[in-house]
């Protein structure tokens, strides 16, 4: 983890903002991790175009990363947030995010709420983006 005084998360586990802005903050009590697309953050090559089951679970190590990075758990997220390009891929990334929840959510824990909307994307290859509000344990 690498968290600058100010409250800043960073990580080479996840991909590196294109723009101007953090890949997670962290202040209080809370961890906001920044939307994240499904980029490999090793290669920066975004991966699996028009497959949105795969770049949703991509999307959601991304965030995951950075999470960890900042001390926190999938358990401890309070929201995700996700935006989708087309309707139609809702059953999908659906499942995969219920793939994903189920391996990094503890049985038995209250699972995290989530809002899904459908937008436009800056990349055209993103189909998905992610980001997370998080209440990790002092």
């Known amino acids: 983890m690498t968290t600058a005084a100010n409250g800043t998360v960073?990580?080479?586990d996840a991909p590196a903002p294109a723009h101007t802005f953090s890949q997670g903050v962290r202040k209080g009590g809370l961890l906001q991790v920044s939307g994240q697309g499904p980029m490999d953050p090793a290669t920066k090559q975004y991966i699996a175009p028009g497959d949105v089951h795969a770049q949703t679970l991509r999307t959601?190590?991304?965030?995951r990363a950075i999470l960890e990075a900042g001390g926190a758990s999938v358990g401890d997220v309070l929201m995700f947030?996700?935006?989708l390009t087309e309707r139609e891929?809702?059953?999908a990334m659906n499942d995969a995010y219920g793939e994903f929840v189920s391996r990094h959510v503890p049985e038995g824990a209250a699972l995290p709420a989530?809002?899904?909307?459908?937008?436009?994307?800056?990349?055209?290859?993103?189909?998905?983006?992610?980001?997370?509000?998080a209440a990790p344990a002092a």
């Open 10 to 12: 960073t990580t080479t």
């Open 60 to 63: 959601l190590e991304n965030v």
């Open 89 to 91: 891929h809702f059953s």
């Open 114 to 133: 989530r809002t899904t909307v459908f937008v436009g994307l800056p990349h055209a290859e993103m189909l998905v983006e992610i980001d997370a509000l």
């Open 81 to 83: 947030r996700v935006y």
